[in-house]
């Protein structure tokens, strides 16, 4: 690919020796030959497997659990309840103090999407694990379920999560994520023309090639090894140890090399649930998505509902942006609230809009608990942006690149959030790209630069 | 049966890091007796290449060839604190913390070769082919190897360094949203081209031109990877991708790859990129991360080519045939005016 | 259940093993032979990380009964390599940067050499078509297709040499 070095030439230096050059994959070669190491590519012998039971319900009240006849089948050494676990409430993120704990390592007294884990059977084989979930006897009384975003704000709508009281996550006492930048309402009144628009995405699988999953083992010194293909080995571990309720330095994680991630491999659902089993077996155990829990039980990118209303003048100034967005958690928090937080951030675009106001919602539903994904709370918000963006060229009768080159952000800016604009490209990158593809720019369009604030 | 094409550009940035900062990593570096480099990480390779890079950066810093670095992750037994690969941090954050690991390491190792050459520290540098010469007088110099001997087993010193890079946590002011969320921020424009068929709804994309502005391409062909790459996984997210086909409605939802859909090998586009780059002001040798916004402006990019093609606006994702074909019909049906 | 005696070749070499009835070809491969080379990504089939070839076609082993094996000729990405030399596909993969988490590319290589044994001079489409059962999330496919084709082009430069 070819280096447009015109560009900010004078902000670069000299090129490396190491840097700046595509030096070979250091991992080319074990790929190739087959040699690099995931973590299910160990032996340990008296592995036994875990496989999860499961909830068939959206939304449900569980009365009780029979494990008898699970516990009767030839090879089943062990099965596992929420009482086996030592400190059965979480959040992902509590170690950065996002609270409340809000999510089950496994259910208790209800389940609130279809697959949440209630009860994790231990067996010498999968096929022997997987028959006895089936035997696991769980009564449910099955109660109404929410799935809409905004429905699930409304008064008398299902409560999805007793944690929080209300199906929203409360961030310091507002019910949303608020930016406000100058007076909206102003804006609009000056505005030649005020559109609204809304976008929708819906939840979208990382699906990496090889599903989540780590195997345990009990070391003979009392300690626990984790072979994980976690992202985030410091963030399993510490979750992790507060589950289980041990001293953190009784836990070992390795990894490292992991086949696709894409965000969908730093919930730390796996290895709790597995290391406990460890420790109650005193055996090797391995917890593994199989492709369908992957497709619908891990969590996805959140779907999101995005509202843009913006005002526009006849010479192309976007001059007010409101944005009212549902981040579609799912049943639990997990990583929703930070990205709620980050899409908020992200608004109102790479343009300098005087006045912008940004309402960001976090909200339950029943359904499988959405998490980071490549491009966590900007993916879909560019999504909405870009196309916003095109329809407001045509309205004004601009060609598109004009226009955004004509509220592209300039270094010393103010964004939204209160910080000043720098180091910023948006011009430069979108004349290149003209240039690439044969799309004509104006002459003022071409010498516009993101280092001289313009028009 | 006919088919309509359009055009259509979208324009995006990114953050690098974990949003409002307080994401630190941490990097030990040590150099064995015989002059190879370890960089102790608890960091994960979820196939961007973070081992490669981290090399090259470590190999940069400290003024060693690439080959002479090891990369030791990851074990939180010895490597130390990382918050994770995700957030497009791990060239940012890491690198940051393996060069003052390097620069820590890299400082006992010249003063080691300046008194082997019995000269002052300041009149020497590295040459990045493995050894250590006086400036100008490139015939009087020493090894990195015998450098790391001495060091050892003559000194009794440690070439060897610790580095920590985090940025400074931030917290939103809640009525204004005031909030620091990055330092540094990448771009992206993508110009797509599409088909429509008019008769199925069915969406063919033509080709992706784009440019990118990355601050620093520390390895070019592996940015090229996350270039190529994420625009296949941002076409995928236009037009095909759902764990929920009639979201809200959580009904068949796919269970395998059959269902799932993806784009195959024959459904690539043709794609040409360009990179740009303005240095980060506090990325590693001016690097931003880009792992995340190569798949974010070719979504709406596509959208919009499609409204260009036949004048329909589809507003959800994924853009099936179904809906496009659905707009096509109802525009038949009552014309609007074109936007 | 009792256990079934299964004798094949893989990579060349003779194994023997006792195996369940009902046990899959990929992880005996995996399992008893330690040959985890071959990946499992799907169990379902449909992700082609498992590839395999059986007497030179490809196969998915997550859904091969390993007992079917029996008196057969098994390839894996294992075998590719002629004593200590990579295969011109493996080179390509490497040199091309046709890899990245590098869990597909067992299953693309197998996949690729099945092509190229039968077809040397594939076009685009005839290597899109040999490829299209394996799923890769990584490289969005481009780099792959090139690499095959420039193994290609080397293995018939090396053969006219």
């Given at each position: 690919m070819e280096h447009v070095r015109a560009f900010f030439a004078a902000e670069r230096g000299d090129d490396g020796k190491a840097v700046g050059t595509s030096l070979a994959r250091s991992d080319a070669l074990g790929h190739v030959t087959g040699q690099t190491q995931f973590y299910a590519d160990r032996q340990f012998p008296g592995m036994l497997h875990l496989k999860m039971v499961r909830s068939p319900h959206d939304h449900a009240r569980i009365r009780s659990i029979d494990t008898s006849e699970a516990e009767k089948l030839p090879g089943v050494v062990r099965v596992i309840t929420h009482k086996d676990v030592p400190a059965n409430v979480y959040t992902i993120l509590r170690l950065i103090q996002v609270e409340p704990n809000d999510e089950p390592v496994l259910a208790e007294d209800k389940v609130r999407f279809k697959g949440e884990q209630i009860v994790a059977i231990l067996?010498?084989?999968?096929?022997?694990?997987?028959?006895?979930?089936?035997?696991?006897?769980?009564?449910?009384?099955?109660?109404?379920?929410?799935?809409?975003?905004?429905?699930?704000?409304?008064?008398?709508?299902?409560?999805?999560?007793?944690?929080?009281?209300?199906?929203y996550f409360t961030y310091e006492g507002h019910h949303c994520r608020r930016v406000r930048h100058g007076n909206v309402e102003k804006g609009f009144a000056e505005a030649d023309h005020v559109i609204e628009e809304r976008y929708?995405?819906?939840?979208?699988?990382?699906?990496?090639?090889?599903?989540?999953?780590?195997?345990?083992?009990?070391?003979?010194?009392?300690?626990?090894?984790?072979?994980?293909?976690?992202?985030?080995?410091?963030?399993?571990?510490?979750?992790?140890?507060?589950?289980?309720?041990?001293?953190?330095?009784?836990?070992?994680?390795?990894?490292?090399?992991?086949?696709?991630?894409?965000?969908?491999?730093?919930?730390?659902?796996?290895?709790?649930?597995?290391?406990?089993?460890a420790m109650l077996t005193g055996r090797p155990v391995k917890y593994a998505y199989s492709r369908e829990e992957e497709m619908q039980v891990s969590s996805p990118r959140a779907a999101e509902r995005i509202y843009i209303k913006d005002g526009v003048m006849n010479d192309g100034r976007i001059v007010a942006r409101q944005v009212r967005l549902y981040v579609d958690a799912g049943a639990y928090s997990r990583h929703s609230p930070y990205g709620t937080t980050k899409a908020s951030a992200h608004m109102p675009g790479p343009y300098t809009i005087p006045n912008v106001s940004v309402d960001a919602h976090c909200v339950y539903t029943n359904r499988t608990p959405s998490s980071a994904m490549r491009g966590f709370g900007v993916t879909i918000g560019d999504f909405a942006l870009e196309v916003q963006m095109d329809k407001l060229a045509r309205l004004v009768g601009m060609d598109p690149i004009a226009f955004r080159i004509r509220n592209a952000y300039r270094d010393g800016d103010m964004k939204a959030h209160g910080e000043l604009t720098k180091g910023a490209a948006l011009v430069e990158t979108m004349q290149a790209a003209a240039q690439l593809a044969g799309w004509p720019l104006s002459a003022e369009d071409t010498a516009a630069s993101s280092m001289k604030a313009g028009g | 049966m006919a088919k309509a094409r359009g055009r259509g550009v979208a324009a995006v940035n990114y953050p690098t890091g974990m949003n409002l900062g307080g994401d630190p990593s941490q990097a030990l570096v040590h150099a064995t007796t015989t002059g190879n480099f370890v960089v102790s990480l608890s960091s994960t390779d979820l196939g961007q290449g973070l081992k490669t890079v981290m090399t090259q950066i470590c190999a940069e810093a400290i003024g060693v060839p690439p080959e002479m670095v090891i990369i030791d992750t990851a074990d939180t037994d010895t490597g130390p604190h990382c918050m994770g690969t995700f957030a497009s941090r791990g060239t940012h954050r890491i690198g940051n913390a393996i060069i003052m690991a390097a620069k820590e390491a890299r400082k006992v190792l010249m003063d080691v070769a300046a008194d082997e050459l019995e000269v002052s520290a300041d009149d020497l540098e590295t040459d990045g082919k493995g050894a250590i010469h006086v400036k100008g007088v490139p015939s009087r110099s020493i090894p990195v190897f015998e450098v790391a001997l001495a060091a050892h087993f003559k000194h009794g010193k440690t070439v060897s360094g610790r580095g920590i890079f985090m940025q400074t946590r931030s917290f939103p002011d809640p009525e204004t949203g005031k909030m620091v969320p990055a330092t540094t921020y990448a771009h992206a424009c993508t110009i797509a081209e599409v088909e429509v068929d008019t008769e199925t709804g069915e969406v063919e994309v033509l080709s992706l031109k784009s440019a990118y502005e990355v601050g620093h391409a520390l390895n070019p062909k592996m940015v090229e990877q996350q270039i190529v790459g994420g625009a296949w996984m941002g076409m995928s997210h236009a037009l095909y991708e759902t764990t929920e086909p009639y979201y809200p409605d959580r009904a068949h939802g796919p269970l395998d790859f059959n269902e799932y859909l993806m784009p195959g090998p024959g459904d690539v586009p043709a794609m040409e990129g360009v990179i740009l780059e303005r240095p980060s002001q506090d990325g590693p040798f001016g690097a931003k991360g880009v792992g995340e916004m190569t798949a974010n402006s070719p979504i709406p990019a596509i959208a919009n080519a499609i409204f260009d093609a036949v004048g329909i606006r589809v507003d959800s994702l994924p853009i099936t045939p179904e809906k496009v074909l659905r707009g096509i019909l109802a525009q038949a049906a009552s014309p609007q005016p074109a936007e | 259940m009792a256990k079934l005696p299964l004798i094949f070749t893989v990579n060349g070499t003779e194994q023997a093993e006792f195996v369940d009835g009902d046990a899959l070809l990929v992880d005996v491969l995996r399992d008893k032979l330690g040959m985890t080379g071959t990946r499992v990504g799907c169990g379902q089939g449909t992700c082609g990380a498992c590839t395999i070839l059986i007497d030179g076609a490809p196969a998915l082993s997550c859904l091969t009964l390993a007992v079917s094996a029996n008196g057969k000729d098994v390839t894996t990405v294992e075998g590719l390599a002629m004593g200590g030399t990579l295969h011109a596909l493996q080179t390509a993969f490497a040199d091309g940067f046709a890899t990245q988490c590098g869990f597909c590319t067992s299953g693309m290589l197998v996949a690729a050499k099945a092509l190229l044994d039968r077809n040397p001079d594939p076009d685009r489409d005839a290597v899109v078509d040999a490829i299209s059962g394996n799923i890769c999330r990584c490289t969005g496919y481009e780099p792959i297709i090139n690499a095959i084709l420039a193994a290609a082009a080397d293995l018939r430069s090396a053969k006219s040499a």
């Open positions: 067996a010498e084989s999968e096929a022997i694990a997987r028959e006895a979930v089936a035997k696991v006897k769980v009564d449910y009384e099955v109660l109404p379920a929410v799935f809409d975003v905004e429905e699930a704000l409304e008064p008398g709508a299902p409560l999805v999560n007793e944690y929080h009281g209300n199906n929708q995405s819906s939840p979208i699988e990382h699906a990496p090639v090889e599903t989540t999953g780590c195997i345990v083992v009990p070391e003979a010194n009392g300690r626990l090894t984790c072979y994980s293909n976690t992202q985030a080995l410091f963030f399993t571990l510490d979750n992790a140890g507060l589950i289980l309720n041990v001293p953190f330095q009784k836990l070992r994680l390795i990894g490292g090399t992991v086949g696709g991630g894409f965000g969908g491999k730093v919930d730390v659902i796996t290895e709790p649930v597995a290391m406990l089993a | - | -």
